[in-house]
Nanobody, 123 residues
Framework: QVQLVESGGGLVQAGGSLRLSCVAS????????MGWYRQAPGKQRELVAI??????TYADSVKGRFTISGDNAKNTVYLQMNSLKPEDTGVYYC??????????????????WGQGSQVTVSS
């Protein structure tokens, strides 16, 4: 099975920057996309950004402030967050989707999640 390890969360003042990283490993045959989601207290998990090859997609709320990038060879994805606002506060989750071979079984377009990283933006 695929394991995702996140790093880089923390506490920052409004207007500051943080960079999240996520590394996927274990049984990976090919990656379809990697992305970041977030969940604020009392709210549903929402998409922040996704990268698939050279194609990126962003939530309207983060366009122009956040940048997603990836290294396919290393199955790594980054989220550079600039001009952070208090409303960006939440737990950020890395997501990986792709084809996996594990314990003799092939999984097509399977979906895996990281453990979550707390991002807190103070006003």
């Amino acid at each position: 099975q695929v394991q995702l390890v996140e790093s880089g969360g923390g506490l920052v003042q409004a207007g500051g920057s943080l960079r999240l990283s996520c590394v996927a490993s274990g049984g990976i045959l090919s990656s379809n996309h990697m992305g970041w989601y977030r969940q604020a207290p009392g709210k549903q998990r929402e998409l922040v950004a996704i990268i698939s090859g050279d194609t990126t997609t962003y939530a309207d709320s983060v366009k122009g402030r956040f940048t997603i990038s990836g290294d396919n060879a290393k199955n790594t994805v980054y989220l550079q967050m600039n001009s952070l606002k208090p409303e960006d506060t939440g737990v950020y989750y890395c997501e990986w989707r792709g084809d996996v071979y594990s314990s003799g079984t092939f999984y097509r377009d399977d979906d895996y999640w990281g453990q979550g990283s707390q991002v807190t933006v103070s006003s």
